[in-house]
T-cell receptor, first 110, second 111 residues
Framework: DAKTTQPNSMESNEEEPVHLPCNHS???????IHWYRQLPSQGPEYVIH???SNVNNRMASLAIAEDRKSSTLILHRATLRDAAVYYC???????????FGPGTRLSVLP | EPEVTQTPSHQVTQMGQEVILRCVPI?????FYWYRQILGQKVEFLVS????????KSEIFDDQFSVERPDGSNFTLKIRSTKLEDSAMYFC?????????FGPGTRLTVL
């Protein structure tokens, strides 16, 4: 499985944008970049995914570098509810299991 | 919005006892998974299931573990003889394509 590297922790102020980086220098051409988050005492939750182009949905935006070796999850206005561990995961095929790293623990300050 | 459900939410058992953790995946999904998370640690893959058979399993998934889809809707994880180190949150997930939908988890406590 291709490996991802994320900072252990980040901090943000409420209502400010947050940029969560992920490095995946060994990504293969068919790997999708997925972002999940895990709120305290809950299961992982899908946030967004992409292949080559930047993606937007109601939760976040995903900016993918042109060489695909890194990506950034963007939360446009952090809320207290966004405090969670964020995981960047590479997936190549349907049904492939997820390999979770330690992720980035995001703290949101009021 | 459809969701993955898991029962029970918390299971307490004595070491050496058998436990069955139950999951109801999203109905049109084809791929099913079990993961576990020991307190304070990362989420770890246990097993994936497709077309009524195991498609992949990790080193953690030894002979003490088994999975079953007994009736076309439930997906179960059985631990035959629980050990103290089996205490963890167990998450079920299902997918149709790449995106996996996770259940809320079952907290297993082995005494």
């Amino acid at each position: 499985d291709a490996k991802t590297t994320q900072p252990n922790s980040m901090e943000s102020n409420e209502e400010e944008p947050v940029h969560l980086p992920c490095n995946h220098s060994t990504i293969s051409g068919t790997d999708y970049i997925h972002w999940y988050r895990q709120l305290p005492s809950q299961g992982p939750e899908y946030v967004i995914h992409g292949l080559t182009s930047n993606v937007n949905n109601r939760m976040a935006s995903l900016a993918i570098a042109e060489d695909r070796k890194s990506s950034t999850l963007i939360l446009h206005r952090a809320t207290l509810r966004d405090a969670a561990v964020y995981y960047c995961i590479l997936i190549g095929n349907y049904g492939q299991n997820f390999v979770f790293g330690p992720g980035t623990r995001l703290s949101v300050l009021p | 919005e459809p969701e993955v459900t898991q029962t029970p939410s918390h299971q307490v058992t004595q070491m050496g006892q058998e436990v069955i953790l139950r999951c109801v995946p999203i109905s049109n999904h084809l791929y099913f998974y079990w993961y576990r998370q020991i307190l304070g640690q990362k989420v770890e893959f246990l097993v994936s299931f497709y077309n009524n058979e195991i498609s992949e399993k990790s080193e953690i998934f030894d002979d003490q573990f088994s999975v079953e889809r007994p009736d076309g809707s439930n997906f179960t994880l059985k631990i035959r003889s629980t050990k103290l180190e089996d205490s963890a949150m167990y998450f079920c997930a299902s997918s149709q394509y790449n995106e996996q939908f996770f259940g809320p988890g079952t907290r297993l406590t082995v005494l």
